[in-house]
T-cell receptor
Framework: AQSVTQLDSQVPVFEEAPVELRCNYSSSVSVYLFWYVQYPNQGLQLLLKYLSGSTLVKGINGFEAEFNKSQTSFHLRKPSVHISDTAEYFCAVSVNAGGTSYGKLTFGQGTILTVHP | EAQVTQNPRYLITVTGKKLTVTCSQNMNHEYMSWYRQDPGLGLRQIYYSMNVEVTDKGDVPEGYKVSRKEKRNFPLILESPSPNQTSLYFC??????????????FGPGTRLLVL
């Protein structure tokens, strides 16, 4: 079974500063990796995903993440955050079973990013 | 517009009173899932369905039932709700391509309070 650990439950940061949200995963098979964002009182929106190929993945709103297989990590980064980036961020994995997936996502506990002016 | 809809969005009920939360998607997706979100625990999968009449348990299925009689609908049933099922529930659907490149689309959520 796979598991996901988000290393920080809360990350406060000043506006225009860089941010990194950390995610580590554990799995005995290869995985697909995702980052979702949840704005206050809203549903989940996909930020970016790693399926294969380049380990640096670019997503929406200026976010990017790097897949590091040796360290089993998929950290999310943004070089300069805005007030509007304040939200909860979830890292998730699904099993890559021979190039297909069975629709199950395993989520981390979430990281609340608070951007201060 | 491609979307996943859930009803109701908010529900307050009492222990033991059966309820159903509906989920519908208009994207012809094969996969559908139900998750619950609790503070500090992230989202945990309750049940999922790979196609019509094919369902399976997720990580926290106790106290829940599902059915998949039509491709677009995936209702979540609480036969006898208890206070520990107070939570925020999300339905999701996904397309499974030949290469397995899927993205899950989430509904807006249903906030349930069981008294």
């Amino acid at each position: 079974a796979q598991s996901v650990t988000q290393l920080d439950s809360q990350v406060p940061v000043f506006e225009e500063a860089p941010v990194e949200l950390r995610c580590n995963y554990s799995s005995s098979v290869s995985v697909y990796l995702f980052w979702y964002v949840q704005y206050p009182n809203q549903g989940l929106q996909l930020l970016l995903k790693y399926l294969s190929g380049s380990t640096l993945v670019k997503g929406i709103n200026g976010f990017e993440a790097e897949f590091n297989k040796s360290q089993t990590s998929f950290h999310l980064r943004k070089p300069s955050v805005h007030i509007s980036d304040t939200a909860e961020y979830f890292c998730a994995v699904s099993v890559n079973a021979g190039g297909t997936s069975y629709g199950k996502l395993t989520f981390g506990q979430g990281t609340i990013l608070t951007v201060h002016p | 517009e491609a979307q996943v809809t859930q009803n109701p969005r908010y529900l307050i009920t009492v222990t033991g009173k059966k309820l159903t939360v509906t989920c519908s998607q208009n994207m012809n997706h094969e996969y559908m899932s139900w998750y619950r979100q609790d503070p500090g625990l992230g989202l945990r999968q309750i049940y999922y369905s790979m196609n019509v009449e094919v369902t399976d348990k997720g990580d926290v299925p106790e106290g829940y039932k599902v059915s998949r009689k039509e491709k677009r609908n995936f209702p979540l049933i609480l036969e006898s709700p208890s206070p520990n099922q107070t939570s925020l529930y999300f339905c999701a659907s996904s397309f499974r391509s030949g290469t397995g490149r899927e993205t899950q689309y989430f509904g807006p959520g249903t906030r349930l309070l069981v008294l």
